[in-house]
């Protein structure tokens, strides 16, 4: 028996629902709210399946994504996207991997609803501006001119080098370990003098409420957690398609991804709001 188009398709349209919403449960929303529209539609009808359900989840995806900011206008400090546990399979599609990276999809945060579609159906999922318009209601002229501008909006705000997955393990590895053991001078040594650590809390769990700038003070700030918490603990992990690291504060995880430049991290996202963890044991299953 044939699988049903939706569910041969639902690892891709996850991705596109995640890449949009930058939350897994938000994701799974909305591809509930999009079975059940499938459910209702005339399957003779429609002649490429993956495109019609791509454009069904974006479109539901626009919704949320418009209902959602206002309530992350009010959210208690810094928002992050809810971070995945990824196979370091995922690493091997470079723009895969780069454009579902915590770091991506953080500055993905900046653009407008309809800039964020148009973005990612056409950089990531690479689609005919011809179907892009058609399914964020715009003529394909415009849709070109809101990817452009998306283009340049992103371009501007994401990391300036890309680094091997190799270094990115080492440097990772290394931060981990100093970590681990809260040694000043060892952290100093793998942090970029301008790095930024922006946590999220989420006003349930303690959290800087705005981003730390520079070595001087993230150091510190890190290296005393480590050590006034017991049972602090660091492993190595893959996290949307990097190397990265959980941590244990008393048996309670956070999830920690790191921007590598030039061998030098520039820049830290430390998720420790609870219910932005429930991903961190079972792999997610991406794809475009």
């Not at 892009?132 to 415009?142: D, L, R």
């Not at 520079?214 to 957690?225: E, I």
């Not at 190397?243 to 991290?265: K, M, N, Q, W």
């Not at 830290?268 to 709001?273: E, H, K, L």
Request: proline share 6%; glycine share 6%; aromatic share 6%.
């Amino acid at each position: 028996m044939t699988a049903d188009p939706f569910v041969a398709h639902r690892s891709l349209l996850f991705t596109v629902a995640y890449e949009m919403l930058g939350s897994a449960a938000d994701a799974e929303d909305v591809l509930q709210e999009s079975w059940l529209r499938w459910d209702g539609v005339d399957r003779a009808q429609v002649r490429d399946p993956r495109a019609y359900l791509v454009r069904i989840v974006t479109r539901q995806a626009l919704n949320r994504l418009r209902t959602l900011s206002r309530s992350r206008e009010e959210y208690v400090g810094e928002w992050l996207p809810e971070p995945l546990l990824t196979s370091p399979d995922i690493a091997e599609d470079v723009e895969l991997a780069e454009s579902v990276s915590i770091a991506m999809l953080t500055v993905l945060e900046t653009l407008g609803p309809t800039e964020r579609a148009v973005f990612v159906l056409r950089e990531v999922f690479e689609m005919p501006y011809g179907e892009i318009a058609a399914t964020v209601g715009k003529s394909p002229a415009a849709a070109r001119q809101i990817a452009r501008r998306a283009r340049e909006h992103v371009a501007a705000r994401r990391p300036r080098v890309r680094v091997s997955r190799s270094e990115q393990q080492e440097v990772v590895g290394r931060f981990l370990a100093a970590l681990r053991t809260g040694h000043l001078q060892e952290l100093m040594e793998v942090m970029a003098p301008d790095v930024v650590m922006i946590a999220d809390g989420g006003g349930v769990v303690a959290a800087a409420l705005a981003p730390v700038l520079g070595a001087a003070l993230v150091v510190p700030l890190l290296a005393r957690a480590s050590q006034v918490v017991a049972g602090f603990d660091t492993t190595g992990v893959w996290l949307n398609g990097e190397p990265a690291g959980r941590l244990e504060f008393d048996g309670e995880p956070s999830a920690v991804s790191v921007v590598v430049e030039d061998g030098l991290i520039t820049r830290i996202y430390v998720v420790r709001n609870p219910s932005k963890l429930t991903r961190l044991d079972d792999p997610a299953e991406l794809a475009r």
